[in-house]
């Protein structure tokens, strides 16, 4: 499921816990991954937090967060299995709903962003049972690090609830649910239809510019740092001196394709590419290894400078600069920084070092 699947049931969830009924009391549980995340929700569970038993929140980070009052907050460990996972769920003793998910590290090739197109396994349920079961999980997963009267009004709600029976129908209401839900992402995908970036850059058309390129990577959306790992690989190709002089500008159009062509040829589905200046290029590369985007940028390389064999008969300059980041904003300054000092150093690919694995 993608991100951006979730989202809907996710608020879902969340504004159940605060629709007005007499069922309480109210239990709500969520791991948000990242602090930015959270901000974004801030002010729904400042609400939450207002009139349910007990809230508590999940984060990944070194220090406690500064949550709404009547919040517990959790620190995640980067290195634990929870640090993964996207998880809301509201509880009570007649009502119950539950979303898991856990982050795959990768990206859905057509989705319209970055952010909105990661990739998680998991499900969700409006049956109060499946609530229980994942409430009780992580009680058992959290539970050493909640203080005492987080713990005994997250117990008072667990007895309850296991002493009455489900609401007979449960499963009416939840299909219904799902086929609304249904619904509304396949709108959601027509609308978006004409507005996703060029997939897939089997072509040289499929570059984008730089204004495609900051919407892609959400660099004016909700996004976090510690999440998707993404490799940066700049690309310089230099025509040899006096290339121009000697063959003419009437070519000048196939030798440009026949460029992008060697340049794009490597990439996958949900890669995307953008033209910098008119001889370096971005490369940005979803859920890669550093070996494997050195792989690929050595592919391109060898692309390039195949084209000294066939049309145009060229024998480029090519070099490159790798760097793979959970930064967000991604470091597009220090990559073509390094690829600059490639270029003066002679040295065909050079490597950014890799971050401390904890960055957030």
Same mark, same amino acid.
């Given at each position: 499921m993608t991100k951006r699947s979730l989202v809907s049931v996710s608020h879902a969830i969340e504004r159940a816990a605060l629709a007005t009924a007499e069922d309480g009391p109210v239990v709500a549980v969520a791991l948000f991954q990242r602090m930015p995340y959270f901000e974004r929700e801030r002010a729904l569970y400042e609400r939450i937090a207002a009139t349910a038993a007990v809230t508590v929140i999940g984060l990944v980070g070194p220090t406690p967060p500064a949550l709404p009052d009547g919040a517990y907050g959790v620190l995640l460990d980067e290195a634990e299995p929870l640090a993964r996972e996207w998880s809301v769920l509201v509880l009570t003793p007649r009502f119950g709903a539950a979303l898991v998910a856990h982050d795959r590290m990768e990206v859905e090739p057509t989705a319209a962003t970055l952010e909105a197109g990661r990739l998680f396994d998991g499900g969700w349920s409006f049956r109060r049972d499946d609530a229980l079961h994942e409430a009780v999980r992580l009680r058992g997963q959290l539970g050493d690090r909640l203080p005492q009267a987080a713990l005994l $009004?997250?117990?008072?709600?667990?007895g309850r609830v296991r002493d009455l029976p489900a609401?007979?129908?449960?499963?009416?209401?939840e299909a219904a649910i799902r086929l609304l839900a249904q619904r509304a992402e396949r709108a959601r995908s027509r609308l978006d239809g004409g507005h996703r970036p060029a997939a897939a850059p089997a072509q040289p058309a499929a570059l984008l510019d730089d204004a495609a390129m900051r919407r892609w990577t959400g660099v004016d959306g909700v996004t976090a740092s510690g999440t998707l790992p993404v490799a940066v690989v $700049?690309?310089?190709v230099s025509e040899p001196a006096g290339a121009p002089e000697r063959f003419g500008r009437r070519s000048a159009a196939r030798e440009g394709q026949a460029v992008l062509g060697a340049l794009t040829a490597p990439l996958r589905p949900s890669d995307r590419a953008v033209r910098l200046t008119e001889h370096d290029y971005l490369l940005v590369l979803p859920s890669l290894t550093e070996d494997q985007a050195i792989e690929v940028a050595d592919r391109v390389r060898e692309g390039v400078a195949g084209l000294a064999r066939s049309y145009p008969f060229v024998a480029f300059d090519v070099h490159a600069a790798v760097a793979v980041t959970a930064r967000r904003p991604l470091p597009v300054a220090d990559v073509r920084h390094a690829l600059a000092w490639a270029v003066e150093q002679g040295v065909p690919l050079a490597?950014?070092?890799?971050?401390?694995?904890?960055?957030?």
């Open positions: $009004a997250l117990d008072d709600v667990l609401t007979p129908g449960e499963a009416r209401g $700049a690309v310089r490597t950014v070092a890799p971050e401390p694995a904890g960055i957030g």
